[in-house]
């Protein structure tokens, strides 16, 4: 049974603590006291890059900012000729790939984009297969 909480309190949030490890001990698990928190679940919980809520995920700012710093660091080595533009956009492709698992519709906009503006003009090999394939169907 859990019961409603006043959360600005410890005692509720050790009383659900208490009895959850009495139900983990049942099946021979038990929570690390310092890795386990118990949260409200508008509060939300990191996983994976991602921020779990109760009917949506959102990605971590960090992971933004990262792409972001990632994307400007692509483009002076593709400049630099350092790396190949296919490489850069299966990274970008792959990243596109990852943050679809969350609500990320307008950031996926945003940052294709921005993707376009610092590369304009420039088709990635794998973009010429894909065209290839649908003009033979």
Same mark, same amino acid.
């Given at each position: 049974e859990?019961k409603e909480c006043?959360?600005?309190?410890d005692?509720c949030s050790s009383?659900?603590?208490? @009895?959850?490890?009495e139900f983990?001990?049942?099946?021979k698990l038990?929570?690390h006291p310092d @890795?386990?928190k118990? %949260?409200?679940l508008?509060?939300?919980?990191?996983?994976?890059?991602?921020?779990a809520?109760n009917?949506?995920?959102l990605?971590?700012?960090?992971n933004?900012?990262?792409m972001?710093?990632?994307?400007?660091?692509? @483009?002076e080595?593709?400049?630099n000729?350092k790396i190949s533009?296919d490489?850069?956009?299966a990274?970008m492709e792959?990243?596109i790939?990852?943050?679809?698992?969350?609500?990320t519709?307008?950031l %996926?906009?945003?940052?294709?984009?921005?993707f376009?503006?610092?590369f304009?003009?420039?088709?990635?090999n794998?973009?010429?297969s894909?065209?290839l394939?649908?003009?033979?169907?």
């Amino acid at each position: 049974e859990i019961k409603e909480c006043d959360w600005s309190s410890d005692v509720c949030s050790s009383d659900l603590e208490s @009895k959850i490890n009495e139900f983990l001990k049942i099946i021979k698990l038990e929570l690390h006291p310092d @890795k386990s928190k118990i %949260r409200r679940l508008n509060q939300g919980i990191c996983f994976l890059g991602f921020r779990a809520f109760n009917y949506h995920k959102l990605l971590k700012k960090n992971n933004i900012k990262q792409m972001e710093k990632k994307l400007f660091e692509f @483009k002076e080595s593709f400049e630099n000729d350092k790396i190949s533009y296919d490489k850069v956009y299966a990274s970008m492709e792959g990243w596109i790939a990852y943050v679809k698992q969350a609500n990320t519709y307008n950031l %996926r906009k945003v940052f294709t984009q921005k993707f376009e503006e610092l590369f304009p003009g420039q088709i990635a090999n794998v973009e010429i297969s894909r065209m290839l394939k649908t003009a033979e169907c």
